[in-house]
Structure formats: structure tokens, C-alpha cells
Nanobody, 125 residues
Framework: QVNPVESGGGLVQAGGSLRLSCATGQTRSHSVGWFREAPGKEREFVAAISRGADVSEYADSVKGRFTISKDSTKNMVYLQMNGLKPEDTAVYYC????????????????????WGRGTQVTVSS
């Protein structure tokens, strides 16, 4: 398994949108999660999608604004972020969890096996 690679971060004004991409290598055996880490804060869960792409879960702080999706034909997972706020500023990480379960998602970072290096998202006010 190759570690995932994130892309799509950048600088955006409050209220704007960004789409983060995660090249996973393969998604057939993994659920995928997005986490973020702001300066001086612990890494926190953002969103996750199950191996079978039939279940997704979001942190309360991003519900209704962020959408996670998976394109298994391209081995890609996306995080569409709309209505961005300055408090969304962080390094965003994609992570893979090897799992036999098709409809389970994990919200704890300790459950994930492979991590990308992250992509910076900065939201200006």
C-alpha cells in the first residue's frame, strides 16, 4: 500500500469553496477519512466515507458545508468544501483504513493505517 497523496489546498476568502483530492492508490479495501490540524490544536476528524461508499460521516462543524465522495474507477476521494470559514484554516490530511467492512466509517485517527502529508487550506476573513 502506498500512502495517499492530497492536493487542492490553497488560499480562499471566507464563503468560498475548495475541492480537495486524495489519490489513494486503491479504495477497494479501505475506508477513507479526512482530518485537519490547525496551528496549536490537535488533529481532528472532518469526514469519512466507507469502503463501499454507502456510508459517510461528518464532524458537526462541517455538516451541511463539506461533502466527501469517492470515485473508485480513478482511486480518488474528494472533499468538496463550501461556505468556508476562517476557522476551517488547517492542514488537511487524507487517511486510509484497511477494513473488511464495507459500510463502516471511523472517526478516530488511531483507526487509520496510512496517511498523506497534508495540504494547506487557508481561509481569509
Amino acid at each position: 500500500q502506498v500512502n495517499p497523496v492530497e492536493s487542492g489546498g490553497g488560499l480562499v476568502q471566507a464563503g468560498g469553496s475548495l475541492r480537495l483530492s486524495c489519490a489513494t492508490g486503491q479504495t477497494r479495501s479501505h475506508s477513507v477519512g479526512w482530518f485537519r490540524e490547525a496551528p496549536g490544536k490537535e488533529r481532528e476528524f472532518v469526514a469519512a466515507i466507507s469502503r463501499g461508499a454507502d456510508v459517510s460521516e461528518y464532524a458537526d462543524s462541517v455538516k451541511g458545508r463539506f461533502t466527501i465522495s469517492k470515485d473508485s474507477t480513478k482511486n480518488m476521494v474528494y472533499l468538496q468544501m463550501n461556505g468556508l470559514k476562517p476557522e476551517d484554516t488547517a492542514v488537511y490530511y487524507c487517511a486510509l483504513e484497511y477494513t473488511i467492512y464495507t459500510s463502516v466509517v471511523r472517526t478516530s485517527s488511531s483507526e487509520y493505517d496510512y496517511w498523506g502529508r497534508g495540504t494547506q487550506v487557508t481561509v481569509s476573513s
